[in-house]
C-alpha cells in the first residue's frame, strides 16, 4: 500500500495539523523512507536531489521525539553555511511551535558572546557551523552536549569532504557514544560511506534514483567567452532574458566574494537592480538581502556558492554561471536552485575557450547530459563593451577606497585565530600560495593560446570556437563508441 499521508508514516497528529498549516499535504519520497526508520530510533544515511525536502525528513522526528522526551540540548544538526543553518532553524521553529521548541544558532555573523549566552539557555536543538562550534566547545565550559540524542550532519557531501574534518572530530568527542546520527545530502555518493565518522553497522540507507543527476525540466546551456569578454557575455545574457522575461527571477553565481561584490554594483549602476550575498557580509545584511529577493522587491540575486546549497527560494526561473563553481560537483547544486517541483528553468554557465573545455567534459559525464549552446549575438556584446567596462571599473575604485581587501584579511586573520593558527604564518602561507596560482595560470593560459590562439570576440571567431567545440565533442564521442 503507498503511502500517502504524514499520519501514515507514524507522525502524531498535531504535528500533521501543523504541517497543514504551513501547506505541506503529502510526504515526499525521502520523508515517506526516512522518517519512519527514524522514528525506529535507527541511524539514517540519505540521499536526495536538492528540494526534495530533506530537512523536513530529519527535523520532524526529532521534534516528536523531543515532545515525548522533553530535555535540553536534544539534538546538534551540522551544516557548512550561515544561510542553510538559520532556514534549518526556521523549519525546526514553525513545526515545533505547539511545544515551545527552542532553537540556537551557532554559524557566525552575530556577537560570539550573545552566542555563549544562547548556549547557556539550555536550548532543545542546537544548529551550527562545525568550525564556530569548535570555538564554543574548546573554549568554554558553560555548557555541555552530554544529553544529545541527535546528530544530524546535513549536506554531507560538502561536510565530509575533508575541509571540515578537523573540528568534526573535536566536536564527536563532547557528544555521548550513544545516540542516533543522521546524514543527509544532494550527492551523497557511495564511496562516501566510508568517510563518515560515525558509522553504525544498523544504519538505514537509502539514494533515490540517479540523486546526481539535473532534472529533465532543466534547460542546461553554455557559452562560450574569454576572460576579457566574460563580463560582457554576462551582462548580455541577463539584459536578453530580461527583455523577455520581465518578471523573472534570476541567481548569477560567482566564485570570489569580490567578485560577488563588485558584480553587484556594476549591475546595479547600469539598471539591473540587484543584491548579493556572499561570505563577508553580516548576518543582518544577508538576511536582508535574501529576504528582498524572496519577496521579488529585487528579482536578481548576485552570489558566492553560500546560495548553491540547502536554502529553501522558491520560484526561480533563471541561473547564470558567471564563474565555474571549484567543483564540478557544486555545479548541481547551483543549477538546482532552478526547476523545481516539476516547474520549468534555464542555467547558463559561462565556460572560457579553451580553457574551461575539460571543465565542461566533467559536467556533462556528471550529469549524463549534454550542454546546449547558449546564442548570444556577439555585435550587441561588443556595443555594450565600454559601458560595462566603466561599470566594473567604477565599483572596483570603490571597492578599493572601501577596504574590502583589508576586510578580507581581517576575516581571514580571524578565522586562523579561531582554528588556533598563527595568523602571521598562515598570511605568510597564503600570499606564497595565490603567487604559485598566478604564475601556473599564466603558464596554463600560455600553454593553451599556443594551442588554441583567440584574439576576437567576432561572430565569425564565435562561430569557429563553436565548431571546434562540436568537432571536440564529437571525437571524444566516437572514441567511446569504439
Known amino acids: 500500500m503507498e503511502i500517502t499521508t504524514f499520519e501514515s508514516l507514524g507522525l502524531e497528529p498535531w504535528i500533521c495539523k501543523q504541517l497543514k498549516k504551513i501547506g505541506l499535504k503529502q510526504p515526499t519520497d525521502v520523508q515517506k523512507h526516512c522518517i519512519p526508520k527514524i522514528l525506529s530510533n535507527r ?5 536526495a536531489k536538492t528540494g526534495s525536502g530533506k530537512t523536513f525528513a530529519f527535523a520532524l522526528p526529532i521534534i516528536q521525539k523531543l515532545a515525548e522526551e522533553p530535555t535540553h540540548n536534544f539534538a546538534l544538526v551540522l551544516t557548512p553555511t550561515h544561510e542553510l543553518a538559520y532556514q534549518i532553524a526556521e523549519q525546526f521553529l514553525i513545526t515545533g511551535q505547539p511545544i515551545g521548541i527552542r532553537v540556537c544558532v551557532v554559524a557566525g555573523g552575530t556577537d560570539q558572546m550573545l552566542e555563549s549566552l544562547q548556549l547557556q539557555n539550555r ?6 557551523m562545525p568550525g564556530r562550534l569548535e570555538a564554543h566547545l574548546t573554549g568554554c565550559n558553560t555548557f555541555s552536549f552530554d544529553s544529545i540524542k541527535f546528530l ?15 573540528s568534526l572530530v573535536v566536536i564527536e568527542q563532547f557528544l555521548p557514544k550513544t545516540r542516533q546520527n543522521i546524514f543527509f545530502s544532494a550527492t551523497l555518493q557511495e564511496n562516501l560511506k566510508a568517510k563518515v565518522l560515525f558509522p553504525s553497522s544498523d544504519a538505514y540507507e537509502w539514494y533515490e534514483e540517479a540523486s546526481v543527476k539535473t532534472v529533465d525540466t532543466l534547460d542546461q546551456r553554455y557559452v562560450l567567452c574569454t576572460e576579457f569578454d566574460r563580463n560582457m557575455v554576462l551582462f548580455e545574457t541577463l539584459r536578453k532574458y530580461k527583455e523577455d522575461h520581465e518578471d523573472g527571477n534570476v541567481i548569477i553565481f560567482t566564485q570570489k ?30 538576511v536582508s538581502s535574501l529576504c528582498k529577493y524572496k519577496s521579488n522587491i529585487v528579482r536578481i540575486l548576485i552570489a558566492t556558492d553560500v546560495a548553491s546549497r540547502g536554502l529553501d527560494i522558491p520560484n526561480v526561473q533563471f541561473i547564470i554561471n558567471h564563474r565555474l563553481p571549484k567543483f564540478a560537483n557544486e555545479y548541481i547544486h547551483r543549477v538546482g536552485r532552478t526547476a523545481r517541483a516539476g516547474k520549468s528553468g534555464m542555467a547558463v554557465t559561462l565556460f572560457r575557450f579553451p580553457e574551461d573545455l575539460n571543465f565542461l567534459e566533467k559536467i556533462e559525464s556528471l550529469i549524463n547530459t549534454k550542454l546546449k549552446e547558449h546564442v548570444i549575438d556577439q555585435r550587441l556584446v561588443e556595443q555594450i563593451f565600454m559601458q560595462v567596462k566603466v561599470a566594473v571599473i567604477e ?10 581587501d583589508e576586510k578580507a584579511a581581517n576575516y581571514r586573520r580571524k578565522k586562523w585565530l579561531e582554528d588556533g593558527l598563527d595568523p602571521e604564518e598562515q598570511e605568510e602561507i597564503w600570499q606564497k600560495s595565490i ?30 570556437t563553436s565548431k571546434k567545440v562540436e568537432k571536440i565533442h564529437h571525437n571524444k564521442k566516437k572514441k567511446v563508441s569504439l
Open 435 to 464: 603567487k604559485e596560482k598566478i604564475k601556473e595560470r599564466k603558464a596554463r593560459r600560455k600553454d593553451l593560446n599556443k594551442k588554441f590562439p583567440v584574439t576576437t570576440s567576432s561572430p565569425e571567431k564565435n562561430e569557429k
Open 152 to 166: 544530524v550532519i546535513d549536506e554531507a557531501d560538502r561536510m565530509l569532504s575533508g575541509s571540515f574534518d578537523e
Open 395 to 404: 565599483a572596483e575604485l570603490i571597492i578599493d577606497n572601501s577596504k574590502f
Open 257 to 286: 566574494k569580490k567578485d560577488c561584490q563588485i558584480l553587484s554594483m556594476a549591475l546595479n549602476s547600469i539598471g539591473f537592480e540587484n543584491v548579493c550575498l556572499h561570505g563577508y557580509m553580516s548576518q543582518k545584511e544577508r
Open 123 to 128: 536550548p532543545h536543538i542546537v544548529i551550527a
Open 43 to 47: 541511524d539514517c544515511v540519505a540521499a
